[in-house]
């Protein structure tokens, strides 16, 4: 003989578990929504480092091109003083040898700034990655 079911007993328990599961699937939003926030501070924060670091990228920049505006006034007056093709040969010599020096330096520096700016935007972005991916991806208890 099988035992009947209740229908009422049975909707009563169907009931419950669709409850069950709501309150479940709203506790799981709350941590989902604490971790979109926390994303968005540290897109915030790397955004903040890219602006910083963009002002003192075109800080150097213009430095450099009013150094080198100085520079090539201060050639053409040399150049203009010039008494002989000897020292016209030697002033460009010098010119083009500054000029390379200088355009390493400054490329080596630029460069460095760069690298700086890329891991300060990059360094808030990866700590809330790891973290994220530690919340979402954690083994669920049974």
Do not use: C, H, R
């Not at 100085?70 to 460009?92: G, M």
């Amino acid at each position: 003989m099988t035992k009947q079911t209740n229908p009422f007993d049975a909707a009563l328990a169907a009931g419950k578990q669709a409850y069950d599961k709501a309150l479940k699937a709203w506790k799981d939003y709350d941590q989902y929504a604490v971790v979109g926030k926390d994303n968005l501070e540290a897109v915030v924060k790397a955004n903040t480092a890219a602006i910083a670091g963009a002002e003192q990228l075109n800080k150097e920049l213009i430095a450099v091109a009013q150094n080198a505006w100085k520079v090539d006034v201060e050639l053409a007056k040399a150049l203009a003083a010039v008494k002989s093709v000897d020292e016209l040969v030697d002033l460009q010599k010098d010119y083009l040898l500054a000029k390379t020096d200088a355009a390493f330096a400054e490329g080596g520096k630029l460069a460095d700034m760069t690298a700086t700016v890329a891991n300060d935007v990059a360094t808030p972005l990866q700590a809330q990655a790891k973290v994220t991916i530690e919340k979402l991806f954690k083994p669920v208890a049974v």
